[in-house]
């Protein structure tokens, strides 16, 4: 198979990953208050299959929502097939596999059980006409009868295709839309992404952000690190949350202790700034520029530092990283094995060319503590 056709097809792949209802009650937990009232809008969720409408179905009362949509996307290879919500036969030609979207705005408890689940919603399904409606076009988030809906949503929460990312983000930001998503850390980098971080505008979610998550697979998939109840699971540690609602970490300070030292803090030298190595590390009484971890984004509270942005390639260049002098050039042999590049902040340790992980500029707000 051709390098192009074997990625496009690993990407296909990733685009598969199905997340488990006990993550997504575990993130949620914290954002009660944020909901109430609110039209939650799952629009890459086959409302048959995705964990996103389960939680927000058997939540609804609990969350006082005031609507849920959920729309589904024809190209999904394992849609109405697998991982079906409900065990008895099939709600309505499932296996048409047929693009649709299911509107609820109310969850009683109609087999008078005395609670609001799952059961509740399949009576909906099956008994309440205008909840399940087929859909104009093919389902995608891009299309008009689904940015219809997120217009008139007021939360996105989902787990949308990883190798639509950017753009996926860009309509949520076009639209003003608050959200609550599952994206990979390494998208943290995306010109883009960073520049909504940096502008405070997406952070990291409640649920560590440095273990990553176990996904459901498809079950053909002959690859995976574990099985429970029955369903195949990936884990995938560049996982993380990501949202525009608040999240109290982002609004405490990062506790420092440690003092600088230039022994412990090196200065790059193609840039103003001293180098840290852990964002714990981060000097109490040092008032300049720092290069941090990537992973500074996840206690990133903006009324503590600001972000001046990334030193890396060429978004380090567009905020003046210099290019390797000459003198350096000869060792760009050995640099360029870690993939650095022009932009890339680095020190000169012993005479040696030392290019750390990539690093965020940030400074602290209002001096030393
Ligand atoms: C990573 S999976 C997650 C599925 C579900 N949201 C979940 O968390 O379990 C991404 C889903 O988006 C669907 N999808 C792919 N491209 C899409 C598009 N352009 N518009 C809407 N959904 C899309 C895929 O078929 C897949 O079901």
Redo the contacts with the bound molecule.
């Keep these: 198979m051709a390098k192009e056709t074997l990625q496009a097809a690993k990407k296909a792949r990733q685009?598969?990953?199905?997340?488990r209802l006990s993550d997504i009650s575990k993130e949620m937990r914290y954002y009660k208050e944020q909901f109430k009232g609110k039209i939650v809008f799952?629009?890459?969720?086959?409302p048959y299959?995705?964990?996103?409408f389960k939680y927000f179905a058997m939540s609804f009362n609990h969350l006082e929502l005031k609507k849920l949509i959920a729309?589904c996307?024809i190209?999904?290879?394992i849609?109405n097939t697998q991982l079906s919500l409900f065990d008895d036969e099939p709600i309505e030609e499932k296996t048409t596999k047929s693009p649709h979207k299911i509107e609820i705005t109310e969850v009683d408890d109609y087999n008078g059980d005395g609670a609001f689940d799952l059961a509740d919603v399949e009576y909906l399904l099956r008994n309440k006409k205008n909840v399940l409606t087929r859909l104009k076009d093919d389902?995608?988030?891009?299309s008009k009868e689904?940015v219809e809906l997120l217009k008139e949503a007021d939360i996105v929460v989902?787990?949308?295709?990883?190798s639509?990312f950017r753009e996926y983000i860009a309509l949520l930001e076009k639209h003003e839309k608050d959200f609550l998503i599952?994206g990979n850390t390494n998208s943290l980098t995306y010109k883009e992404t960073f520049k909504m971080i940096k502008e405070d505008k997406l952070r990291t979610g409640y649920t560590n952000f440095n273990v990553g998550m176990y996904f459901?697979v498809p079950d053909d998939w002959e690859k995976y690190h574990k099985i429970e109840d029955n369903n195949k699971l990936v884990r995938v540690s560049t996982s993380c949350w990501f949202t525009n609602l608040e999240v109290q970490k982002h609004k405490e300070n990062v506790v420092l202790y440690k003092r600088y030292s230039p022994e412990e803090y090196p200065h790059y030298y193609n840039y103003d700034a001293i180098n840290v190595d852990k964002v714990s590390d981060i000097p109490i009484d040092w008032d300049g520029a720092m290069g941090v971890p990537v992973t500074f984004v996840d206690k990133f509270n903006p009324k503590q530092f600001k972000i001046i942005g990334l030193g890396i390639s060429n978004s380090g260049i567009e905020i003046g990283v210099k290019p390797y002098t000459m003198e350096h050039k000869k060792y760009r042999k050995e640099v360029q094995k870690r993939g650095a590049v022009d932009g890339d902040l680095y020190m000169m340790i012993d005479d040696v060319v030392t290019v750390p992980y990539a690093r965020i500029l940030i400074k602290r707000i209002g001096g030393t503590q």
């Design positions: 685009d598969e990953f199905y997340t799952c629009n890459c969720d086959d299959e995705s964990n996103f729309t996307y190209g999904s290879p849609a389902g995608d988030f891009r689904c989902t787990n949308p295709p990883f639509l599952i459901v």
